[in-house]
């Protein structure tokens, strides 16, 4: 899995330099059909405001993708050395602990102690209560909110950042919660 994902990052890298060296360009009625074209109201543009939200797109598809693939370098960095990340702590951004990066499924801090505090559904620090401020997918403290402003951080063992703990692609360095789980899991 983690070879194919790494072809993939490659593979998008390349075409992404190879579409920045040609004139090739994404619009957005490339990006819509027809009815949502008109639906939007963007038929209603004149050819020189559609020619400013085309170069827009362009420009702004081309840095979405670049920050996507050095997001997955980070990632795969981060899934060769999820071993060092046993035993750190996850902190909220508000200062909350919320659990220690552990495969013991009874530790007491353990975040895969699904009866302790940390590893709950319905505990009120667990980043696994969906409908808590710190699980919920619409929360800016949340790790599973993939737009989060404010994603909890992992820390060392001395308090040092080590990276933050989210499914938002533009923050970093992040740690996937979902691969750190599987990581964990499969221990």
């Known amino acids: 899995m983690k070879k194919a994902f790494f072809i993939f990052a490659m593979i998008s890298a390349t075409v992404l330099f190879a579409l920045a060296q040609t004139n090739f ?22 050819d020189e405001e559609l020619a400013k939200l085309d170069a827009w797109v362009q420009k702004h598809s081309l840095q979405v993708a670049q920050i996507a693939a050095q997001q997955e370098s980070v990632g795969s960095r981060y899934t060769r050395s999820f071993n060092q990340l046993e035993g750190c702590y996850i902190v909220a951004d508000d200062g909350k602990f919320l659990g220690i ?78 691969a750190l789980i599987g990581w964990l899991k499969s221990k």
């Open 25 to 46: 360009s994404l619009t957005v009625k490339k990006l819509m059909t027809p009815e949502e074209f008109k639906a939007s109201g963007l038929s209603k543009l004149s």
């Open 101 to 178: 990066i552990s495969s013991n499924v009874i530790a007491a801090k353990s975040i895969l102690n699904d009866i302790g505090k940390h590893g709950s559904v319905i505990s009120s620090v667990s980043i696994f209560n969906r409908i808590g401020k710190y699980g919920s997918n619409i929360s800016s403290l949340s790790p599973f909110n993939e737009i989060a402003s404010k994603p909890p951080k992992i820390l060392n063992k001395e308090g040092k950042f080590v990276a933050y703990l989210t499914t938002n692609l533009l923050k970093t360095p992040r740690v996937d919660l979902h």
